[in-house]
């Protein structure tokens, strides 16, 4: 089965295109039962496979606005639930966002995004105007699903080489896990 595409960029003519690379997109699909998404330059989900809207969240079923792991992860009660160490991987989401903004100072979504995540938030409201700021990197997440419990992957981020400001983040767990996350998603 084939992995979801998103098309987040739908809107306003002469924008910046933020669709997944088809041949990407089609990657993606193909790591399952190894959870994956692309993302793009304001961390919308462009693509995801089975494992990864099983673990974390349907992307495809959230309106376009909502396709969005920083979103999801301050807006998202669930959020919560699912990353066990929320607020350090929220504060590190956030750093890496704004170091991925100053890059772009006359981009207007950045600013947007901001300005949606402290409304919606007090955490993005109160550690926004602390100016942190963190490269991207791979690393451990520890995810709790409700009937797998705690799981824990290594992940990476890698850059697709076409549109650089596009990400591939693939997350790997042991034998074990990865047996139980393909009974869950039935590959």
Not at 120 to 144: F, M, N, Q, T, Y
Request: net charge negative; proline share 6%.
């Amino acid at each position: 089965m084939l992995g979801e595409r998103i098309n987040a960029g739908e809107g306003a003519a002469g924008c910046w295109a933020n669709n997944a690379e088809p041949a990407v997109a089609a990657m993606v699909s193909r790591l399952d039962p190894w959870p994956a998404y692309v993302t793009g330059r304001y961390f919308d989900v462009l693509a995801s496979n089975q494992a990864a809207r099983a673990l974390w969240t349907d992307w495809t079923a959230c309106a376009p606005a909502e396709r969005n792991v920083l979103w999801w992860t301050f807006a998202d009660p669930a959020a919560r639930g699912v990353l066990v160490e929320w607020e350090s991987e929220a504060r590190a989401q956030l750093a890496r966002f704004r170091a991925i903004s100053a890059r772009h100072p006359d981009d207007p979504r950045f600013g947007e995004l901001a300005a949606r995540l402290q409304d919606r938030c007090a955490e993005a409201r109160h550690w926004w105007p602390e100016h942190d700021v963190a490269p991207l990197s791979s690393g451990v997440k520890r995810i709790r699903h409700p009937a797998l419990g705690i799981i824990d992957f290594r992940h990476a981020v890698l850059q697709v080489a076409d549109d650089p400001e596009q990400k591939l983040v693939t997350f790997t767990a042991g034998p074990d896990d990865t047996a139980r996350i393909a009974a869950l998603i039935g590959t």
